[in-house]
């Protein structure tokens, strides 16, 4: 029986580890390319490990653009998503509490509606916000990819739900005798029992903004404001020739924010996902 079970474990441990090799190796042969030339790339993409290590993309790709090195793009997704995760957690969190604690009319109703608005993929909305953000004269500014975020994020507000759910309100009725009010007991008691739900929520909200592509590419206009994943779209020209070397090394560079994030915050991750699996 125990070598049925160790047998049985070998085969799973393999299995995964198979399975893991097959998803990180786009990534890994990415980082190979960035230390190999462009013509490397295209007659070596079969060999993983480049002949020879060059750091030249890096200072190639550094330089960017229109006189704006990639440094200026980095700073741009920094502020960004850390503006907008910023209003997506907060208005979350707010508006979570409310479906949660607070009771008013058509609670169920509009709850329904915000579970509905997650299954909306942006490109349904994505004409209308345009019209409306050009009317408000907002296009070409960041307006457009942060306030939408002050909004509150239907996953995050469902995220937030299950949470406090979870927590006794007699914690909330305790402090109501001690002449708390619904603010202040949302603040001093609820807030800091949802840190795992407020923290995944930050993660993944930063990791969208930081990946998001096609609302910088319909909003923003001048190279100047370009965030990073927009930024290393233009490495690439089909008309005359793209430096996929220089585009490897900055993608590299532009995961290191997301791979420091998720391992500084990953036991708060792994616990705010299965808490709200196990929560209802």
């Given at each position: 029986?125990?070598k ?7 085969i ?8 893991a090799?097959i998803?990180?190796?786009?990534v890994l042969w990415?980082v190979?390319?960035?230390?190999k030339?462009?013509?490397d790339?295209?007659?070596s993409a079969?060999?993983l ?12 790709g550094?330089k960017?653009?229109?006189g ?12 960004i ?8 957690v907060?208005?979350s969190?707010?508006?979570g509490y ?5 009771d008013?009319p ?7 509606c915000m579970?509905?608005?997650m ?6 909305i994505?004409?209308?916000?345009y019209?409306l ?6 296009i ?11 909004c ?8 937030n ?6 927590i006794?309100?007699e ?17 001093s ?10 923290v995944t ?12 592509f096609l609302?910088?590419?319909l ?10 994943s ?18 490897f090394?900055?993608?590299?560079c532009s995961?290191m924010p ?8 990953q036991?708060y991750l792994?616990e705010?996902i299965?808490s709200?699996?196990?929560k209802?």
């Amino acid at each position: 029986m125990r070598k049925k079970k160790m047998g049985s474990a070998a085969i799973y441990h393999i299995f995964v580890f198979a399975f893991a090799v097959i998803m990180i190796y786009p990534v890994l042969w990415m980082v190979s390319g960035s230390f190999k030339s462009s013509n490397d790339i295209l007659n070596s993409a079969q060999r993983l490990l480049p002949e020879a290590f060059s750091m030249q993309n890096y200072i190639t790709g550094w330089k960017g653009f229109a006189g704006y090195d990639f440094g200026n793009f980095f700073k741009n997704s920094l502020f960004i998503s850390t503006a907008a995760t910023l209003g997506a957690v907060l208005s979350s969190a707010v508006v979570g509490y409310g479906f949660a604690r607070c009771d008013f009319p058509f609670k169920k109703f509009w709850f329904g509606c915000m579970l509905l608005s997650m299954m909306l993929p942006f490109q349904v909305i994505m004409i209308p916000q345009y019209i409306l953000f050009n009317e408000l004269g907002w296009i070409g500014t960041y307006l457009p990819l942060i306030v939408p975020q002050f909004c509150a994020q239907g996953f995050f507000v469902f995220l937030n739900v299950q949470f406090i759910k979870g927590i006794p309100v007699e914690l909330d009725e305790a402090a109501k005798i001690d002449g708390a009010g619904t603010m202040r007991v949302f603040g001093s008691i609820i807030l800091p029992l949802v840190k795992s739900s407020v923290v995944t929520g930050a993660i993944f909200s930063f990791m969208w903004r930081w990946d998001d592509f096609l609302a910088a590419l319909l909003y923003l206009n001048k190279p100047a404001r370009y965030p990073v994943s927009l930024a290393l779209k233009l490495f690439s020209d089909p008309t005359s020739g793209s430096d996929w070397g220089a585009m490897f090394a900055m993608a590299t560079c532009s995961l290191m924010p997301i791979f420091v994030i998720f391992l500084t915050m990953q036991k708060y991750l792994v616990e705010g996902i299965a808490s709200t699996g196990i929560k209802g």
